[in-house]
């Protein structure tokens, strides 16, 4: 590569910034890496641009961007650099550039890529809608005059549906025509936001708003399903009304004045959208009445859609002409003129957004009567709530909301792992956003809680849709979730133990999912968590309750995982601690034994599963297993070379009292109920089954019969097949008994078979044919009574 000095290099871009100056604009191409070399300087890579001249690092460029018309030229401006200290001659001046758009392919862009749901385009027209209301109202305190061509602030939605055509009116400020080309005509050019920032320099900036729009795109989200939007406005700043008409896809728009009477309006903005083909379904009144709804329900100002109405009336019949002949020949016969129901339709306004929004009020002036009502409502349920919170949040962050716990899950039982209920209902300015949330404002386990939301300034992306991720999100989300524990804490400490009851069946499984999840809210899910136990088999206890009836030697919580309630009482590792009369937990919920093994421990009590190995149970008499190993020592390894790697060792059992012997899982390794549960898993992965397993100990009860016998036959002879035999007869019934599944079912029933044959062999056979052989002899003897007579001859 060939090095240019310094020289060299400041000659070529001043012919290349002569040659280049004058010119159209045009992109800015790329730069290129100059290797400098000079006497006394260090030889590094600079980088150059061919346009500008001068080092890159130091140029900067601003632009702005502006949408008046259909293609913007760039244009150029001169800077004078400073010269350097080397006293060489200043460079160039540097030349800056605007950026350059199409119109009508931004547009395409706002409308067709911003948006991700067409209905949205009522809810943006109505916050627009909105805004010109509020605006209106605030301006009309200091001037009256501007409320009096009409007084009624209010939005009107009236559809065609045969033409496919919407009309959207309020009465809100209206437009010059001024206003018209700056708002309406420039993209991101937000009147609220402006009007926003007018109102923050006055000096009545404490003043309270509700105006919702931001972005100044809410606008053209009209053409989405529009292929001409027409704009009627009259401002109370203006004699005149104009008329402002624009066309999908187009990069220009009309303005001009309105000249028929008969469209002329006292005071506002009329919207009418001409809707495309295939979108023609909007203008059903039925469907608009069904968007404000979901949206705009609780926009602070009244809304109308045009609907059909029907009132029943009775109208005479006219007689049937036989029996009129028949009442004309009887003239004693009174005449009744009969009648008969219709249904006359007629078309008017009727105000769609009745409900109000009970957050904005005072909780002490809402009563449950309220609160029940304004569930039903806004969930569409039948049934009363367990529960309800009201709270407004201030400070660093400030939003208002209205939690409630639903008496009953949907469908029975909803899908815990599903975080997208639609549960929780965003607002923003009493406008819905959304209700399709991933764990933003609510963890899945929560996600049964439904409620509402209202914020201000929620960090929304510019089609008002997602929720972006920030630490606002992160502090609104906390505390929802601490408000919702207070909300269960409460349902849990009311006198009507019922109500908890109802709660814990439907949604008890969510709190223990929220065990394994949420390790920063241990403290609030423990005390609301419920178990059967050993001393409670029909009635569930709170983990309080256990730690209260603890024995004051005890020091953990012990807790024993089981399918049932039936299997955890009859399980042999209970029978020491049941004659201790120590509470066992039972954990018969298939999620229970995880969420205890994520708690660890309760009020400083470390939960323990009494079917692992190094059980601690508090009795321990080293004097006694030290006598106890002596006896039964080398019984445990015999055991233990029969059984080989099926067992990682053999140990003297001290949670035993009437089992000859169990089987115990390792203290880091599955249960036998949690590899139960792993094996029946669909998509489980069969490879981690056996690392899983971890080991398994045998231990054996030295004051179990059959455990003498064994110890016995040790030492007597340790090759007895018998003896063998019986240790593997043991070792599979605990197995069984421990909750395992044995590998070879039929092995174990053709061992149970063989010792229920060698222990029945000829019990009944034998007295069965033991009366045959009297009856015989007793035969013989009548024949030999003639012999004993002959005996004597």
């Known amino acids: 590569m060939h090095r240019l000095s310094r020289r060299s290099v400041s000659a070529a871009l001043r012919a290349n910034a002569t040659r280049y ?7 800015i191409a790329s730069s ?12 590094n890579t600079r980088w150059y641009s061919a346009i500008t001249g001068g080092k890159c690092n130091a140029v900067r460029y601003s632009a702005q961007l502006k949408l008046k018309n259909d293609l913007f030229l760039g244009s150029r401006y001169e800077s004078t650099a400073a010269a350097s200290d080397s006293g060489n001659p200043p460079p160039p001046p540097a030349e800056k550039y605007e950026y350059q758009a199409e119109v009508s392919r931004l547009m395409d862009l706002i409308v067709n890529s911003l948006y991700s749901n067409k209905e949205v385009f009522l809810r943006e027209l109505i916050s627009n809608a909105s805004d010109a209301l509020d605006k209106l109202r605030y301006l009309s305190v200091t001037d009256s005059q501007l409320l009096k061509e009409a007084a009624d602030l209010d939005i009107r939605i009236q559809t065609d549906k045969d033409n496919g055509i919407i009309t959207i009116t309020d009465s809100g400020i209206g437009m010059t025509r001024q206003e018209l080309v700056d708002c309406l005509g420039t993209i991101a050019q937000s009147g609220t936001a402006k009007f926003l920032k007018a109102v923050k320099e006055s000096k009545d900036a404490g003043t309270d708003n509700n105006l919702i729009g931001q972005f100044g795109v809410g606008f053209y989200s009209a053409f989405l399903v529009s292929d001409k939007v027409v704009v009627s406005t009259k401002s109370p700043k203006s004699d005149k009304q104009y008329v402002w008409e624009g066309e999908a896809n187009a990069s220009s728009y009309t303005i001009r004045e309105e000249t028929n009477s008969e469209n002329l309006i006292p005071r506002g903005t009329r919207l009418t959208l001409y809707l495309k083909r295939d979108d023609k379904g909007f203008a059903h009144p039925e469907r608009i009445q069904k968007l404000v709804k979901n949206y705009s329900q609780f926009v602070s100002f009244p809304i109308y859609t045009w609907q059909e109405k029907g009132i029943t009336k009775e109208v005479e019949v006219d007689d049937d002409p036989v029996e009129a002949k028949e009442a004309n020949q009887d003239e004693n016969i009174e005449k009744k003129k009969k009648t008969k129901k219709v249904v006359e339709r007629y078309w008017d306004w009727e ?9 904005l009020r005072n909780p002490k002036e809402v009563t449950t009567e309220e609160y029940n009502d304004f569930y039903k409502k806004t969930f569409n349920e039948y049934s009363e709530p367990l529960a309800s919170s009201h709270f407004t949040t201030e400070g660093e962050v400030e939003f ?9 899950s949907p469908m029975g039982k909803d899908d815990i792992t599903n975080p997208k209920t639609k549960n929780i209902r965003l607002y923003v300015k009493r406008v819905f956003i959304s209700d399709d949330f991933d764990g933003e404002l609510f963890p899945r386990y929560l996600s049964f809680v439904k409620g509402v939301v209202d914020s201000n300034d929620l960090p929304l992306n510019v089609s008002r849709e997602i929720l972006q991720e920030s630490r606002i999100v992160r502090i609104m989300r906390k505390r929802l979730v601490r408000k919702t524990f207070d909300m269960i804490l409460g349902i849990s400490m009311s006198e009507n133990k019922g109500d908890y009851e109802t709660f814990w069946e439907n949604f008890g499984k969510h709190l223990k999912l929220g065990c394994i999840e949420d390790r920063e809210n241990h403290k609030r899910l423990a005390p609301l968590l419920r178990f059967f136990s050993s001393q409670s088999e029909d009635e569930m206890i709170s983990l309080d309750e256990y730690v209260e009836n603890m024995k004051p030697e005890q020091k953990d919580i012990y807790y024993i995982a089981a399918d049932s309630v039936s299997s955890a009482r009859n399980a042999p590792f209970l029978e ?10 039972y954990l018969v919920d298939p999620i229970d034994e995880v969420a205890i093994q994520s708690l660890k421990s309760y009020k400083e009590k470390n939960f323990v599963d009494i079917s692992k190995e190094d059980l601690d149970i508090g009795d321990k008499n080293e004097e006694k297993e030290k006598v106890t190993k002596e006896e039964f020592g080398n019984t445990c390894d015999w055991i233990k070379k029969r059984l080989g790697e099926k067992v990682a060792n053999v140990n003297i059992s001290n949670r035993l009292s009437s089992s000859p012997c169990v089987l115990v899982s390792g203290k880091f390794g599955w249960s036998a109920n949690m590899e139960r549960l792993m094996k029946a898993q669909t998509v489980g992965d069969t490879s981690t089954l056996e690392f899983m397993k971890g080991r398994r100990v045998f231990e054996i009860n030295p004051e179990h019969p059959i455990i003498r016998e064994l110890n016995a036959a040790f030492k007597s002879n340790p090759d007895d097949e018998d003896a063998l035999r019986a240790i593997d007869l043991l070792y599979d019934a605990a197995l069984v008994s421990s909750g395992y599944t044995p590998d070879n079912p039929a092995q ?12 029945i062999s000829g019990k009944w056979s034998a007295q069965h044919s033991a009366p045959q052989t009297p009856q015989a002899e007793t035969l013989e003897a009548e024949v030999v009574e003639p012999v004993e007579a002959g005996g004597q001859k």
């Open 32 to 43: 290129t890496p100059i290797h400098v070399s000079a006497e006394g300087s260090d030889n």
């Open 351 to 359: 105000l769609t957004n009745e409900t109000q929004p009970i957050w």
């Open 576 to 585: 020491r601690l049941l004659e201790k009369d120590l509470e066992v937990l």
């Open 400 to 408: 208002r909301s209205v939690l409630y716990v639903p008496a009953i």
């Open 748 to 759: 174990l029933s053709g061992k149970i078979y063989e010792m229920m044959g060698m222990a």
């Open 21 to 27: 100056r004058g010119a159209a604009a045009s992109p």
